[in-house]
Structure formats: C-alpha cells, structure tokens
C-alpha cells in the first residue's frame, strides 16, 4: 500500500507552526535564559524567603470576568501553581518561597466563598503535589488547625502533602492559610505556658522563641514580601515581616500577574542597598 502524498503547508501555516515551536521551546528553557536580568544577580544578593501576597482576585474578577469572583480565584491560582513551578528552578539561591491563601480576616467573607477557596486550596495543592515530590521539595502550612474543622478534604490533602515531603531536602514552599500575625502570637502564648508547664526549665533563647511558631521555626522571616494590586499593607504578617523584611508592591492585579513580574521584584531586591541597621564602613 502506497504511503498517502502529504498536502503542502502553507506559508501562512509554516508561520503559525514556527511562532508555536518557538514558543514550545521557550517554556522549556530554563528561568536564566527566559530572564537573562537573574544571571546579573550577585550570590549574596538573592533573597532566602519570598513570600508572596496575592491581592486582587476579587477586582480582576470585576473587570475582567463579569464580576464572577471565583474566576478571579480560579486564575489566581494559576499564577501561583505556575509561580510556585518556576521559582523551584532557583532554589540554590531561594530556600524558601510562600503564599498567602487565607487570613484570618479573609474567613469573615461569605460563607460560601470560603467554601469554595477550602476547595480550590485543595485543587492547588494537588496541581502542585506532583511537580513538589519529583523535584524533591518539601512542603509547610502554617496556620490554624481548627479553619479546617468543616473541611477534612481539605485538611487531608494538605497534611497529606506535608507528610510525603517532610524527609525533603529541597525548597521549602509553604502556604498560610488560617494565618495572622495576631492570633499566632495568641498561640505561641498558650504553646509557651504548656511547655513551661511541661518543662519548667526549659532555656528560653531565640531557638525557643521559633520552635513556638507554627512550622516548628522552620521558615524564617521573609527577605522580600511580594504584594499585588497596589495595595501598600502588610495586612498583619507577624513575624513573616521580620527586622530586614523588604517590601516590593505591583500595581497588577495578581491574576494579570506572571512569573515576569515577580523576576521584577527578585532583580529590585539584589540592587537595594540593605544595611540592616548598620552603617556602612569607612575606609
């Protein structure tokens, strides 16, 4: 059986099918050829901790998608699945990345869009489970316990994760959800007074201080919070804006958001002159 002759491509074919190509091959390049400005950053310049809050879902929605909230948050998380997958690329620079997903503000919206965030934080967190264990990072959320008391699908996917990943030696990603500076101090006081209780002569020192925070004092203070939609606020961090904590703010709506932006921020960051209190010195 003869084989069947192929039809010629077109010119107007050949074009769509180069600019398709071209683009297949960039997704697969690395983060340094995609964004040759990361290559200029000296190794003591990179931020250990990034953490990113990811404001604006709700006005992306508005002006972009009929004012259907949970559009917004469905490309929201996008953005950071595909934050979370490019950012892993850096992780001899960046130990540690995270995000936002829940304040505890964030729980006295309606209640069935915290509903539906329980489960798209579900939804995200089994996007990113694959990627996150053949990489061989490890996974943390931090936060209350008891915000998942109406969604144990919810609590099983992410402790699940958190499980597999624990023995990781790789970027450490982690999520706040239940989270606010406030009522972790809250905790760390009844978490202080049983382990006194426990071990009355326990030395109280800046190790002790951490393993009080939730993460087990894992994850240090951010070096560079990321926020988004031109808001200006840290929205009660608590000790994630630790005393060297740089703020970078982007008038983007995060779903309008890419990793583009974000290299903006890690670039601002290696050129700030950081003192920490210091003065530089004299010669």
């Not at 929201?76 to 990345?97: K, Y």
């Not at 840290?234 to 779903?255: I, N, Q, R, V």
Request: net charge positive.
């Amino acid at each position: 059986m003869t084989r069947p002759e192929q039809a010629p491509i077109s010119p107007s074919e050949g074009v769509l099918h180069r600019i398709l190509f071209d683009r297949r091959k960039e997704t697969q390049r690395g983060m340094f050829y995609r964004y040759p400005d990361l290559g200029k950053i000296p190794e003591n310049r990179w931020p250990q901790n990034v953490f990113i809050i990811p404001d604006g879902n709700g006005r992306w929605a508005e002006k972009f998608a009929g004012g259907v909230i949970q559009e917004g948050h469905e490309k929201g998380s996008e953005v950071i699945v595909q934050a979370f997958n490019d950012f892993s690329e850096l992780s001899p620079h960046i130990p540690f990345v995270g995000a936002w997903g829940l304040s505890m503000d964030n729980l006295k919206r309606p209640p069935r869009e915290v509903g539906y965030l329980m489960g798209l934080f579900k939804k995200t967190i089994e996007k990113l489970r694959p990627d996150i264990l053949k990489r061989g990072d490890r996974f943390i959320r931090i936060g209350r316990e008891d915000v998942f008391d109406g969604y144990p699908d919810v609590r099983k996917a992410l402790e699940d994760t958190e499980e597999e990943t624990r023995e990781n030696r790789g970027q450490v990603i982690y999520v706040a959800v239940g989270f606010s500076g406030e009522d972790q101090e809250f905790r760390m006081m009844y978490k202080f007074a049983d382990r006194m209780r426990k071990t009355p002569n326990i030395p109280i020192n800046p190790h002790f201080l951490r393993s009080l925070r939730d993460g087990k004092g894992l994850i240090p203070p951010a070096d560079l919070i990321i926020r988004t939609s031109g808001e200006q606020r840290l929205s009660d961090l608590g000790w994630l804006a630790g005393k060297g904590t740089e703020l970078y703010f982007s008038k983007k709506l995060f779903p309008s958001c890419g990793t583009k932006d974000f290299v903006r921020a890690l670039v601002d960051f290696s050129r700030r002159d950081r003192r920490l209190g210091e003065r530089p010195t004299t010669s």
